[in-house]
């Protein structure tokens, strides 16, 4: 079946630590966003890409960096200068508006 | 800036009861989803409302979309404790499949 893979399920960070989520999807949708969301709130954009090789920042995208090489790959990197990172994050993609967004089950990051 | 606000952020309602979530947004957007979300769970799609005067149905959820009045509305029939969940509506900027969150309506059905 189609859909979208996010691993691991749940993450720990230590302190000045880089950690990277995997997104991989199967359902050859050219764009692909993460998002992230915090207790309580609702998602906010980390980046997106609408094509292989090139992407964009979102509305939070200082801490965190991506790369799609591949359409069916966009790993996020939680970078040590993200001082907030606990949180769930969520991969998604969309191949038209018809459908909308398909999420993958989510990573939730824990700094200890 | 696009924002999304949905009212009201919490809602309790018993079961068998009708009410209705609201979603308004600031720019002119003429896509909008709905989406609801367990406790620890990702987002499963509910509605996509590609146009003014949209209208689709699923069990004991309506959804429609009233463009002109930047608003959609998330009708609940005879509420059943199933419904209990985070129902998220979001829009669309400028066709760039950019979606923008609203801050989410947590909804409890009590038996």
């Known amino acids: 079946d189609g859909g979208i893979t996010q691993s691991p399920k749940y993450l720990f960070r230590k302190e000045g630590q880089n950690v990277t989520l995997s997104c991989e999807q199967n359902l050859n949708h050219d764009a692909m966003y993460w998002y992230r969301q915090d207790p309580g709130q609702g998602l906010r954009l980390i980046y997106y890409s609408q094509i292989v090789n090139d992407f964009q920042k979102g509305d939070i995208a200082e801490g965190y960096s991506v790369s799609r090489e591949k359409k069916e790959s966009f790993p996020l990197t939680v970078t040590s200068a993200q001082k907030n990172p606990t949180a769930f994050y969520l991969c998604?993609?969309?191949?038209?508006?018809?459908?909308?967004?398909?999420f993958g089950s989510g990573t939730r990051l824990t700094v200890v | 800036e696009l924002k999304v606000e949905q009212n009201p952020l919490f809602l309790s309602m018993q079961e068998g009861k009708n009410y209705t979530i609201y979603c308004n947004y600031s720019?002119?957007?003429?896509?909008l989803y709905w989406y609801r979300q367990d406790p620890g769970k990702s987002l499963e799609s509910l509605f996509v409302?590609?146009?003014?005067?949209a209208v689709k149905q699923e069990g004991r959820l309506m959804a429609s979309l009233d463009t002109k009045a930047r608003l959609s509305t998330l009708h609940i029939t005879a509420a059943v404790h199933d419904l209990s969940a985070t129902y998220f509506c979001?829009?669309?900027?400028?066709?760039?499949?950019?979606?923008?969150f609203g801050t989410g309506t947590r909804l409890k059905v009590l038996a």
């Open positions: 720019t002119t957007s003429d896509r």
């Open positions: 998604a993609s969309i191949g038209g508006q018809t459908y909308g967004y398909t």
């Open positions: 979001a829009v669309d900027t400028s066709g760039t499949y950019k979606y923008i």
């Open positions: 409302l590609l146009s003014n005067g």
